[in-house]
């Protein structure tokens, strides 16, 4: 049966893979994964781009596992030098744009969820979305499912780790930044110009440090990702706006980050673009963490933002594929890393319910 379900997995891929699906432009996917389930004679449900689905003997009396990836990506970038919507398997290597991020972890959800799809008196339910708009944090992804699916309990988030158990994962606080100046004529004397008024402020940013360090995550990253000012050569700006990247541990909430920035950084004004991305993790003691580790799986702390960021219960990002190969020219995924991450995750549930079904 697991040879039968990795072998569609796989097929279903190379179709997801030869049909784009940009953040917010997921329908076609959707209605792939959606002709997948009907082939399964698994019955399912759409909102929006998510589709999504129970086990068949649901029982609400029971606590419920919720199974995720996403089918949504970003935009090729310029140095592909493969077509990025064409599946081509070479020296065991799946080629193509969202191989990695995440469509090796979602066919291998899908492929966990059927296998145990019909089997009867599990001692937890399973639910798997498979969501729209991860990419860029949309409205209408994962976050819009959570008040249609059952309370889940537990969550599998899907995303490239290699396989190995990520318990943590930083949170993002994004920041819109400006430092004000006073405008003028490029000819004149100015002592308040807007743009070396930033110097000072891009050193602050750039040495300011949480004192909070996490055991699993570390520090708290603070990043300048953008800068901009000015129209014209001959006209110093009024002001320069900065974008900043905060991605943010477990130690702080994602409103001590904005209180914090907003008493202590020097800039005339710094807002946040949101606060709802928050970092996410699961004990070291829970079962789930266990069964991975009795696997032979190891545990790290990931700095990469996914769904588990909307979450509220405990959860544990694994999925096939390595997280560096994502957004990158010429993105594959390993065949036998979609062959062993179907069967990590039915082990790994196995172990969860402590049973051989």
Known sequence: MIDKLTTKAINLLKQLVETPSFSFEEEQTAQLIKHWFQHQGIPFNRHKNNIWSTNKYFDESKPTI????????????????????????????????????????????????????????????LVIVASAEEENSGDNGLNSMLSIIPKIEVAIVGEPTLMQLAVAEKGLVVFDAKIKGTPSHAAHPNTDNAIYNCIPVLQWFQDYKFERTSTVLGDVKMTVTQIKAGKQHNAIPGEVELVVDVRVNECYTNEEIV??????????????????LNSSSIPLEHELVKAGTELGRTTYGSPTLSDQAILTCPSLKLGPGDSTRSHTADEFIYVNEIEDGIKTYINLLKKYYKTEI
């Open 66 to 125: 919720l199974l995720n990836s996403h089918h949504d990506t970003v935009q090729p970038n310029s140095s592909y030098t493969k077509d990025p919507f064409k599946a081509v398997v070479e020296d065991g290597k799946l080629y193509g744009l969202g191989s990695n991020d995440a469509g090796g972890c979602l066919v291998s959800l899908l492929a966990t969820f059927a296998y145990f799809y019909a089997k009867k008196d599990l001692k937890y339910n």
């Open 259 to 276: 209180q914090t920035l907003q008493e202590n950084a020097p800039c005339s004004s710094i807002i946040p673009r949101s606060t709802r």
